[in-house]
């Protein structure tokens, strides 16, 4: 089985119909979102309504928490802050009630999805090193994890099992100084994944930002990928 993962889509609809094109293109089975759908992009009901309409299953990210009211959002940076403000003042009911259902872990056939990290998925923590994922492979059963959240691609395998932890990347905005969306393709069969990435229009994504009144910093960080 042929399985595609998206995570961190935040509100850039542009990149992920760019996203979504490419993952026909591959003739995948199955497709699974790690949460972000909404959050410092100008297009979050739009993104909802994709993953909607496609029946993606997904699980809760941060922003979609914070987004919907669920946490206080202490822990945020200015432009985050500013993002989710804005985005939970322009969420609509449909948004606001499929962002409020989400669950914050799926799992399939041997994979388990959830935005930050096996390791208490609802505080959020950061998986940057294998220190930090040991913590997490503890914490599932699953031959494979898909975790987003850093926006950085990355993999950690879990020594003497070969286990792994799969950061998937970011569709809306990637962070790894490389602009073009990013997507993961898994094969469930040969065990094999790679990281897919798709140019997209980001200067169109800018524009709809600047727009919006959302913080300059979130529409040019789109063009260096940071
Ligand atoms: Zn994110």
Redesign the pocket.
């Known amino acids: 089985m042929k399985v595609a993962i998206i995570?961190?889509i935040?509100s850039n609809l542009i990149a992920l119909e760019a996203v979504m094109d490419s993952i026909r293109d591959e003739g995948v089975d199955r497709i699974f979102c790690l949460g972000?759908i909404v959050?410092y992009g100008a297009r979050p009901n739009e993104c909802v309504e994709m993953i909607q309409h496609h029946n993606i299953p997904c699980v809760m990210?941060?922003?979609d928490e914070a987004a919907i009211g669920l946490r206080n959002i202490g822990y945020f940076n200015q432009w985050a802050r500013a993002a989710v403000l804005w985005t939970s003042d322009n969420l609509n009911d449909n948004s606001r009630r499929y962002l409020g259902g989400l669950e914050f872990t799926l799992e399939h056939e041997g994979m388990l999805f959830v935005h930050s990290s096996p390791f208490e998925p609802q505080a959020w923590h950061y998986i940057f090193t294998d220190y930090e994922a040991s913590a997490s492979f503890r914490c599932f059963k699953q031959r494979v994890g898909f975790i987003?959240?850093s926006?950085i691609p990355d993999i950690f395998s879990e020594p003497g099992s070969g286990r792994l932890i799969v950061n998937v990347g970011?569709v809306g905005?990637p962070r790894d100084h490389d602009p073009r969306a990013c997507w993961g393709l898994y094969d469930t069969d040969s065990n094999d994944f790679k990281w897919m990435r798709v140019e997209y229009r980001f200067a169109e994504t800018s524009a709809q930002i600047i727009a919006a009144g959302l913080p300059g910093f979130l529409a040019d960080r789109l063009r260096s990928g940071i």
Do not use: L, R, V
Request: net charge negative; hydrophobic share 0%; glycine share 24%.
């Open positions: 995570s961190d935040h972000d959050g990210g941060n922003h987003g959240h926006h970011s905005q």
